[in-house]
């Protein structure tokens, strides 16, 4: 039997000619100094990392996360933050002692991160202060200005505010003595989480242990692999959603030339595709016509997403600056909406995002714009894993490319034609390839990792989320979650994140946006609801028969 020391030895050996193949590649890139620099460090360090000699208690952080952890800019930093109102007031001290009993359950939000050449490592911190990371805060009185906009000014400060990176990623803010809109008084709290920590549908799990009657994480187990001393440096390879695939986008992509291909061909010996085509056929391809079908599938899907057509140009688009700020309505009725989508037996979700896309459409016309035959691109995170797992936390989602008709101003043609568009997405391998892009960038130098994801930047105006939460309204410490509502991170140049949120039997909509491209998302935000109410009129107005749709 192969010992543990013996298993990560090998797979440091392994790692680290990985590292040095990749580097002396990049070193076409760069100075010839800096080139054998680069690539002397990188398989240094990944051979120290893997094989335990760094000195850290710690667990290697995944190729993905490490990815999202070095995604920081000035403009947009990967945070995932979000809002909750809660009624009556949250009692510090209570609220304390509940993040005690059960967040600080999960490993990472009581680990701090140390970062190397070659990646990231999850330690301990022995000096954890519960107090460092839930701070109390109240909003200033500024006559003139409710309560409500204080705190989107004061949530848009906090997204471009850096989390102390000596201490682990994650912080909240309690806002005590708020009053809502309607006059609920009550709390607010704002949670700011790193997304190298965990992705979206992760921290809907956190979320409901924390709720009152939540159940804590599963004790986890060690993995058969990790016993044998698998290291989290390739730990990703061997993942089941990805492996297939791998070799099949390595081949594709090369054939296209594209930059991206050069970084994903890093990956594999050409060798090895014979190897990959031959276990896919043991894991289920029963003959070679489904194999060659799977092959032409994610050829087809590599390529449009390797050669993506740049948005049309809107002042949404361009250099986003250092500022942000936040907005969101007052939810739907989803019976109402659900009613709608029945009518024409499109999903809640085409509804919704036909909505976004209509609302935004109608802000840049607002703004004088003429966006007629005019589309945007918005990168919808795509769930990868099973939903008993999201308790492991980290990142396990895909990246789906979908591109809104802003330029659509008949709501029912619109929200077919987003119809058409999600049933091309859903049986697409696109949030399985844009998942194998994240792992490699976490597996280059920085510069190189900046250069690669840049492809999804320049091609995207959004990053929008579509979750949906419980149908009844939750209990946390005693108090009601009255409303809840949160965002996921943009990346490099992208400006625009739209979030929606079904919870408690509405449907909520937030925005956040740089303030150079969108210096007031409330006017956004405005637009949602007479969108809605536009496709819902004229939905009533058709004639019902079979044949819509």
């Known amino acids: 039997m192969v010992t543990r020391t013996t298993a990560a030895r090998n797979a440091g050996n392994k790692a680290a000619s990985m590292a040095g193949q990749m580097a002396q590649k990049l070193a076409s890139q760069m100075t010839p100094e800096n080139a054998v620099k680069a690539a002397k460090g990188v398989q240094k360090d990944v051979t120290r990392a893997v094989t335990g000699t760094f000195g850290l208690s710690g667990e290697r952080m995944s190729k993905v996360d490490t ?39 999960y490993n990472r939000f009581r680990q701090r991160v140390v970062q190397d050449t070659a990646g990231a490592t999850w330690v301990e911190d022995r000096n954890f202060d519960i107090t460092a990371h839930i701070v109390r805060e109240t909003l200033p009185k500024t006559k003139g200005v409710d309560q409500q906009t204080l705190l989107q000014d004061r949530v848009g400060v906090l997204s471009m505010q850096p989390l102390d990176k000596r201490r682990p990623l994650w912080q909240m803010h309690l806002i005590e003595n708020y009053t809502a809109p309607d006059g609920t008084k009550g709390s607010a709290l704002i949670v700011r989480i790193h997304h190298c920590i965990a992705d979206g549908i992760s921290l809907i799990s956190v979320t409901m242990s924390l709720v009152d009657g939540g159940l804590p994480p599963p004790e986890r187990k060690r993995h058969a692999a990790a016993e044998a001393g698998a290291s989290n440096a390739e730990d990703w390879i061997a993942d089941k959603m990805v492996k297939p695939f791998t070799s099949l986008t390595v081949k594709a992509l090369g054939m296209l030339g594209d930059r991206a291909a050069q970084s994903l061909g890093l990956l594999r010996d050409p060798q090895a595709l014979s190897q990959e085509m031959s276990d896919q056929m043991d894991k289920g391809m029963s003959n070679t016509r489904d194999a060659a079908r799977m092959a032409m599938q994610v050829i087809s899907d590599a390529a449009a997403l390797a050669l993506m057509p740049d948005d049309s140009k809107t002042r949404l688009k361009g250099k986003p600056g250092t500022a942000k700020r936040v907005a969101w309505c007052q939810p739907l009725p989803l019976d109402e909406v659900k009613a709608v989508s029945k009518a024409l037996k499109c999903s809640i979700n085409d509804v919704l995002l036909s909505s976004v896309a209509g609302a935004i459409g109608q802000y840049l016309r ?7 035959g005019k589309e945007i691109r918005a990168m919808v995170p795509v769930n990868l894993r099973p939903l008993d797992q999201a308790y492991k936390l980290g990142n396990k989602f895909g990246l789906a490319p979908l ?21 091309v997405l859903k049986n697409s391998t696109q949030p399985m390839l844009a998942f194998g892009v994240l792992a490699v960038a976490g597996m280059l130098v920085k510069p190189a990792q900046a250069a690669m994801l840049n492809m999804f930047g320049k091609k995207t105006t959004a990053v929008m989320t579509n979750v949906p939460g419980p149908a009844t309204k939750l209990q946390f410490c005693g108090s009601t979650l009255e409303q809840s509502m949160f965002w996921v991170p943009q990346s490099g140049d992208v400006g625009l994140g739209v979030s929606i949120l079904s919870y408690g039997g509405g449907v909520q909509f937030g925005v956040i946006t740089d303030t150079v491209l969108c210096p007031e998302p409330q006017a956004i935000i405005d637009e949602f609801e007479p969108e809605f109410v536009k496709l819902s009129w004229i939905t009533m107005m058709l004639p019902w028969d079979d044949e819509l749709g």
């Open 67 to 105: 990815a999202w952890l070095r995604m920081d800019s000035a403009s947009n930093l990967m945070m995932i933050v979000g809002v909750w109102q809660l009624s009556p007031g949250l009692d510090y001290d209570a609220l304390c002692q509940r993040i005690e009993e059960r967040l600080l359950k």
């Open 403 to 423: 591109v809104l008709p802003i330029g659509m101003d008949n709501p029912v043609e619109r929200v077919f034609e987003v119809r058409r568009r999600m049933n």
């Open 366 to 372: 607002n703004c004088g714009d003429d966006v007629a």
